[in-house]
Every structure is written in C-alpha cells, then in structure tokens.
C-alpha cells in the first residue's frame, strides 16, 4: 500500500491520462478505505481525463470528489460494453509496461520495459527452472525486481512463488524450514536482518541453492557473512 505521495512521483513522470482505481482493500481481514487516499492522488495527477472505477469494499461506494470533473466509468458497465476485437500490430519495441525503481537514492525512476525486452525474458538462458523453484521472496510487485522476476517469470516457468509479506525475520526463518524454497530474493537489508537473527545458524538452509539480491548496494561484509555461515 502506497501513499499517495509515493503514487504521485511515480505517476507524475508518465503523465497518466486513465487512472484504475478501487475504492479499497482487505488485509488480514480488516478493510481499509482508500478514497481519501485517491483524492490525494487525483489532485496530483492533472493529466487524468479519466477514472475507471472498480467498488470493491462496498459494491455501493462513489468515487472520491477529485472524480468528478473527470469521465468516470463503473467496472460493471465496462465488462458489460460490447465493442469489436480490433489487434494492433505494434514494433518490438513498444512499450508493454511502466515499472519503477526502488527510489533508494533518489525519487523512483520510470523503467519502460518492451514487448521485445518482456519476450525475450520470457525465452532466455536464465529462466527459472527445477535449481530455483520453489522461489521465497519479500519483494513489492510494483518495482522491477518484484514484478518481473517473483510475478511474470514464475508465471511462464510454471514455478511456485512464495510471497512473503510484511517481511518478518523470524517468519521468513520458519517459512525456509517449512516450505523448502529453493532460491531466496532479498533486498540487502532483508539479508543483513537474516544474518543477525538470532537462530538464523539454527535454521535449516539445505534447500536454498540461489539468493538473489539487488535494489541497493550490497555490504561486502554481509557477502563474506552469507558464504561463511552457508
């Protein structure tokens, strides 16, 4: 869950013209509103021209004030509207997807990846197979290393991903004893938290055999930590 300030410097540097939006979420089994949220987001998207509006907490809710100077159409209107199939043939070179950074030195920078660079991942020698799955992550599908390495890959490969969140050392401890992941994706701070846990030396690490890091430079020290205990 991104704030809208979070949102708006991602967004801002597309200049969206239609914006997807619900009016909240459920977790843990408690709902949380996020119209407010959204109305933050709107004012700070003026290239918005257009809202298509999902209820998802109550099937009765409106959208935020902000929505009303925009075209606003229901999600059940959408999936009823009858329109004809009309495929486009687009260069390779297309832009498919917008992900961003993490913004750990800085404000999120806008990643473009294309149908080309997203086929290609899809067909190269570095694809997930039986040596890294199942795969146990803690990683945001919003950023690069999330989206496309624990959500799309793992989608073509048939392989299981493992989602943990929020992250929780001593969670993720008992998850790679119970579950038996093959690969880990940490963010270098995850990693170093791995390390000083107190019966991470206890724990049961024979089934790991790759640990992907990334997102944030990496300690040498946490390196030379990971290869002595492991």
């Not at 918005?48 to 009303?68: I, K, R």
């Not at 832009?95 to 750990?104: E, I, Q, R």
């Not at 404000?107 to 570095?126: C, E, F, N, Q, W």
């Amino acid at each position: 869950d991104m704030g809208p300030v979070s949102v708006g410097d991602r967004f801002r540097q597309i200049e969206p013209k239609v914006l997807v939006a619900c009016d909240g979420y459920r977790f843990g089994g408690k709902p949380f509103n996020r119209r407010a949220a959204l109305d933050d987001i709107l004012t700070q998207l003026p290239t918005v021209t257009g809202v298509l509006w999902v209820p998802h907490l109550d099937a009765q809710a409106t959208p935020p004030a902000q929505a009303a100077t925009r075209q606003v159409i229901a999600w059940p209107e959408a999936i009823t509207r009858q329109a004809p199939f009309e495929p486009a043939s687009l260069p390779a070179d297309h832009p498919l997807w917008n992900l961003y950074s993490s913004g750990t030195t800085g404000r999120p920078k806008g990643v473009v990846l294309s149908h080309s660079s997203i086929g290609g991942g899809a067909t190269d020698g570095t694809r997930f197979n039986a040596n890294t799955n199942p795969a146990l992550h803690s990683m945001p599908f919003t950023g690069y290393g999330g989206f496309g390495g624990q959500c799309m890959r793992p989608i073509i490969d048939g392989q299981t991903s493992l989602i943990l969140y929020p992250f929780d050392t001593d969670r993720l401890l008992s998850m790679i004893e119970e579950k038996r992941p093959v690969s880990l994706m940490l963010v270098p701070t995850m990693l170093r938290l791995m390390l000083d846990h107190p019966r991470v030396a206890q724990t049961d690490m024979s089934s790991v055999k790759v640990i992907v890091t990334g997102t944030a430079p990496l300690p040498h020290d946490t390196v030379q930590r990971a290869i002595k205990l492991w």
